[in-house]
């Protein structure tokens, strides 16, 4: 899907509630324009050259309506690749799976089911096929197996860009006294804003560090990914409320900043092995 559009006032599209049913696999390459979507418990936020992997497993479960935001007197130039499986990734990284983040390997073999989202800076060797794709100089077949060619390469070049990161959190860093300090500021923003967490570009702009120091370092210093650190957090709020009796299950998810009730439950049950109403009515957690 190529989107290329200019809107004289900011755009919201009001999605209506419904159900999930389909995992959603989408590869976002963005060169131009901000955008925003509240779809997730995380909300994506992206503006300049940036892209994205985007997994949306189904809970099975209804999901709120949710707004997507374009914003006015910018010029949107985007490509987005939707997937209908994993069986499309599957079929040909086998060979490199392990070379992966752990994550997106077991979303790839089926055995997850945690929404993951991964973001970063467009590279230069993505922005040859997004031009050849935007200008394809087919038609009829030929521009359909070409599209289809350039679509694969630039999943390619985003799981390589994976790799790359990967292999980078990987290695050791020295973390400067200063950068500790940011890491653990990111940490208090990500906290203090659990309800509408920033995305992790606009996290490392915050705290004034770079992205994949941000991630190598989180790790670091407290042993987790950055949304995994959050993700703890919520949960661990929301344990507490449950236990406390004295609100219900949806109010807890919405404290927790879930605008999804059944995320929240699918994620409190991932978590603790109980559901959240079932951790209310008093049955006990095992850690």
């Known amino acids: 899907m190529i989107i290329n559009q200019k809107y004289h006032d900011n755009l919201q599209i009001v999605f209506e509630a419904g159900q999930d049913e389909f995992e959603g696999i989408e590869f976002g390459f963005n060169l131009s324009g901000s955008y925003s979507s509240n779809r997730l418990d995380f909300p994506y936020k992206t503006s300049g050259r940036e892209n994205f992997l985007q997994w949306d497993f189904p809970s099975g479960q209804d999901y709120d309506a949710f707004v997507d935001t374009w914003f006015r007197n910018e010029h949107f130039l985007k490509v987005d690749i939707h997937l ?18 752990l994550d997106l390997i077991k979303l790839i073999e089926g055995k997850g089911q945690e929404t993951y989202i991964e973001n970063n800076q467009l590279t230069t060797a993505m922005i040859l096929p997004l031009q050849q794709i935007i200008n394809c100089p ?13 679509c694969l390469e630039l999943i390619a070049l985003k799981l390589e860009q994976l790799i790359k990161i990967k292999n980078a959190s990987i290695e050791s860093i020295t973390l400067k006294p200063k ?16 309800e509408n967490p920033p995305s992790l570009l606009h996290l490392a702009r915050q705290v004034g560090i770079n992205d994949n120091k941000l991630k190598i370092g989180f790790r670091e210093v407290f042993g987790t990914t950055v949304f995994g650190y959050l993700h703890n957090h919520r949960m661990e709020i929301a344990r507490q409320l449950l ?40 049955k006990k957690i095992f850690e």
């Not at 990734?89 to 070379?99: A, C, H, K, P, Y």
């Not at 500790?180 to 923003?189: L, V």
Request: charged share 25%; glycine share 8%; hydrophobic share 40%.
């Open 179 to 194: 950068d500790i300090e940011k890491i653990r500021h990111a940490r208090d923003i990500l906290i203090f804003q659990q």
């Open 243 to 282: 236990q406390d009796g004295k609100m219900r299950v949806a109010a807890v998810a919405n404290a927790v900043g879930y605008a999804n009730p059944g995320h929240f439950a699918a994620g409190f049950k991932r978590k603790f092995g109980v559901s959240p109403s079932e951790c209310k009515a008093g």
């Open 84 to 101: 209908k499986s994993s069986e499309v990734l599957n079929s040909f990284v086998r060979r490199v799976n392990q070379e992966l983040p």
């Open 138 to 150: 087919f038609q009829g077949i030929t521009k359909q197996i070409y599209l289809e060619a350039k």
